[in-house]
């Protein structure tokens, strides 16, 4: 029904016919069958659903070897299963599926049955309810066999599912198998003519909200980089959406109830969070950080927003989405604190590594009172007095073996002072015998009264022979000039 005179407001009804043949379910002396085709001379050939290994030998069904038999030909008309609730049915006015069926009172009592017609669709969510006392059981489609509306209310019905699997029964992994199928049943929709806005805005909110629910499926199955591609795929149609805001979907969504705070807000850092969370439980904390504040950016964007309304009046949608952003608010700086908290732990322990690796006994005496670092010492073990007994210096670490050899250019082994006790690295409290030191590198200059150029003697003659070379290459050529 719609207004006269207003064509844009008008709900105009269409048909949507097919060229699939409705696959009849029927009841054979054999169980429920489903008829596949009819053949030109009325043979119909019936597979039956019901068919069991006790079946008697005699039976008409072709049977194979080792297998039970499936298919029944016949050129009876059987009749249709009982009709129950939820059943795809065909009666004169289409396809659809049946919602309630009612017991009519009489002097013959009959069944009436409420469908609603999927070959019939309205312009907007309206949808075509008929009454009939007579309709036939047919096959469900197939995914590759149903359309665009069909697909998404697969979709939404498999999401109700998952969601009780998830918050009730706490069955994860079927929860996530639940929504993988929501998900998949929508990925690959190719759009036509028929494809209204209403139904698009229905798809786009199907995929972000089983995605970012999947994502926390996998994460409570530890399937982490699961999860995070599930948030990516809603982070990408939430940034899509965030593009074509104010056209046909997003008006759609804002006048149904999903505001731009769920939308843009809630779902957003939840696509977030669970990639943080992967990466926390991975070990990637700089990674999880940089998305808890892209989470935090965003929720704090529409909780000032709400909070600044003009007038304080808010609706009822965003007293609701305040509270989750505001949950989703202290859950972020939760998981910042604890990724704080890790990293600076980490730090600690590094640092400990490295003094147990690198650090050397510090020593009292001169050294530290004049301010000077300490000295390398080797120091020598007699053990117990035993003339036949070697002289064992002690190691250096590998890391530090390229910085002594770079310093023993400039220093020269020698006694060490008397003065005081030099910087020593021993093994036992046993008697020193030699103790040999290098002097501080402020004494470079000093050490041998060596000349600077002492050191570059190979490249001081390299140099000399370059600069011949090229001398005697210019007199060559002034020479020919000549």
Known sequence: HGSKGNNTTSRRTRRMTSSRNDQAIVQTPYGRGLVLRSRPDDIRETQLLEWGDDQPSSSPVSRRPNRAPSMLYSSTPFPSVPVRVGDDVTCRFGRGVVKN?????????????????????????????????????????????????????????????????????????????????????????????????????????????????????????????????????????????YNKRGKKIHTILNKEGTIDAKLFGEWRAKSYMIIARCRICQGRDEEAVGSLKKAKLAVTKYMDGINNTKNGKTSALEKASLKSLTAQAK????????????????????????????????????????????????????????????????????????????RQRKCSLKPSRPEGPAKSVSFSEMDQVNVYSCPDESDDDQVEGRPWYSEHKEALVLLGIVAGFSASLLAMRRSFRQ
């Open 101 to 241: 069926i009612d017991r009519v009172k009489g002097s013959k009592p009959s069944l009436k049955y409420t469908i609603e017609l999927k070959s019939w669709r309205l312009n907007g969510r309206s949808s075509v309810l008929c009454y009939v006392n007579q309709c036939d059981v047919v096959r469900k489609h197939t995914l590759s066999e149903m359309d665009v509306f069909e697909k998404v209310e697969l979709a939404q019905s498999q999401k109700a599912k998952a969601t009780g699997y998830f918050s009730k029964s706490k069955d994860f992994d079927k929860a996530l198998k639940t929504y993988a199928t929501a998900v998949d049943a929508v990925r690959n929709i190719q759009h036509d003519a028929a494809s209204t806005n209403e139904v698009r805005s229905d798809l786009v909110l199907v995929m972000i909200t089983c995605s970012n629910n999947a994502g926390t499926c996998c994460i409570k199955l530890k399937k982490y980089e699961e999860a995070v591609k599930f948030a990516q795929n809603a982070e990408v149609l939430i940034d899509a959406l």
């Open 331 to 406: 859950e972020i700086r939760r998981l910042l604190v604890e990724c704080a908290e890790k990293k600076k732990a980490n730090k600690k322990l590094e640092r400990k590594r490295a003094k147990a690796m690198f650090a050397v006994k510090k020593t009292a005496g001169e050294d530290k009172e004049n301010g000077r670092p300490p000295t390398l010492t080797s120091k020598s073990i007699d053990r117990k007095g035993d003339p036949q007994s070697k002289t064992i210096e002690a190691p250096l670490p590998p890391e530090a073996k390229g910085d002594v050899l770079a």
